[in-house]
């Protein structure tokens, strides 16, 4: 039977952005799907789909509650459990490490307990570019050392080493994806939510944190669901870790800056505030390989700038449809 279809699994932060995409499609697939979801950055409106789905159970729960996660745990018999709960606002973790303490770290280390008591055994971890830190080099999975610069980046490093020492002591198999940005409907968060979102309250201006010339790597979030469903099915090692990414060295601040401009305001002027940094803990420019992806069978379509121009026409239409609800 395939990895992913006809099991019961589970998905934290099943309200966000990344997490409800795949909780549709894990629906899709025709599994139960449980999922978890506080409301601190995810919401109701993005489990629109899957409410309506007899395969999904629901519960607003805090993942840093251990005992709540106990008790849903033991309920059900899970094959899988999708870790996708984070703190996904880097300069929120920089101003407080508590965040990245709780919502990225503890929220991890709660699982996995949950997860031993309750024996359930496979486990799929949303990480991040943001482990390697700041790289000359191509990012190869085994590129080192990782100096994360961010407390984000440094508690998924650190989630990345209890999953290992989990698969050590009792867990059959565990996949991390270290995904680059994310783009696509349904963002809570980024930088075509964060430029559409100046411009909804200041058509007149449109800020541009650092210089532009920041050059990263673009997927689109339909593209990486289908890639972590790969990796789930056809790698089989105890711990598996992979780069998902396109197929390129990735489009410039700058570059989505315009996109988001001619989309949405064409008349109005770009501002950047300069510095090649956007914030701190920001790595402005980095490139991803994917080799070790593609030679497990998978292949991203779209390239950076697709991507963006996809999500742009998607993020902003979200955004119209937003302010003819509430007018
Ligand atoms: N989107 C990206 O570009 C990107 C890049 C790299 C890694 N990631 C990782 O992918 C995962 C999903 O990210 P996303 O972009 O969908 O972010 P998101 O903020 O939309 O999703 C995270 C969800 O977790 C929920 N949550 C946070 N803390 C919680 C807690 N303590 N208890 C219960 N729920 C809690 C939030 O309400 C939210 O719905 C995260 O782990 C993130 O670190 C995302």
Not at 282 to 294: C, G
Not at 297 to 314: F, H, K, M, Y
Request: hydrophobic residues 40%; aromatic residues 8%.
């Amino acid at each position: 039977m395939n990895q992913a279809q006809n099991r019961t699994v589970l998905v934290t932060g099943a309200a966000g952005f990344v997490g409800s995409h795949l909780t549709d499609r894990l629906l899709e697939l025709g599994n139960t799907v449980i999922g978890i979801d506080n409301f601190s950055r995810g919401t109701q409106g993005n489990l629109s789909r899957s409410l309506l789905d007899a395969g999904f159970r629901f519960f607003e729960t805090n993942v840093c509650d251990l005992s709540s996660l106990r008790n849903i745990f033991s309920s059900y018999e899970i094959d899988t459990v999708w870790h996708m709960v984070a703190n996904s606002d880097i300069g929120a973790g920089v101003a407080d490490p508590n965040v990245d303490l709780k919502d990225t770290f503890l929220s991890t280390f709660n699982v996995l307990v949950a997860m031993r008591e309750a024996n359930i055994r496979k486990i799929a971890f949303a990480s991040t570019s943001a482990v390697y830190g700041v790289h000359e080099e191509t990012l190869e999975e085994n590129v080192g050392p990782l100096f994360p610069i961010s407390n984000y980046g440094a508690m998924k490093l650190a989630s990345e080493a209890l999953i290992s020492a989990a698969v050590e002591s009792y867990l059959e198999r565990a996949w991390i994806f270290r995904f680059p940005n994310v783009i696509g409907p349904r963002a809570t968060h980024g930088i075509i939510f964060d430029l559409l979102t100046k411009l909804s309250r200041n058509p007149a201006d449109l800020e541009v944190l650092g210089d532009g010339t920041q050059q990263k790597p673009y997927l689109h979030v339909s593209e990486l669901i289908e890639a972590m469903l790969w990796i789930c099915e056809h790698a089989k090692d105890p711990l598996n870790w992979f780069n998902i990414g396109p197929p390129d060295e990735g489009t410039t601040v700058k570059e989505i800056a315009e996109a988001v401009q001619k989309q949405a305001a064409p008349a109005t002027p770009i501002r950047f505030t300069g510095g090649n940094k956007g914030w701190v803990g920001d790595v402005p420019k980095f490139r991803y390989s994917i080799e070790k992806l593609r030679r497990l069978g998978w292949s991203p379509q779209l390239t950076s700038r697709q991507a963006v121009e996809r999500a742009v026409q998607e993020i902003h239409a979200e955004f119209q449809s937003a302010v003819s609800c509430s007018s």
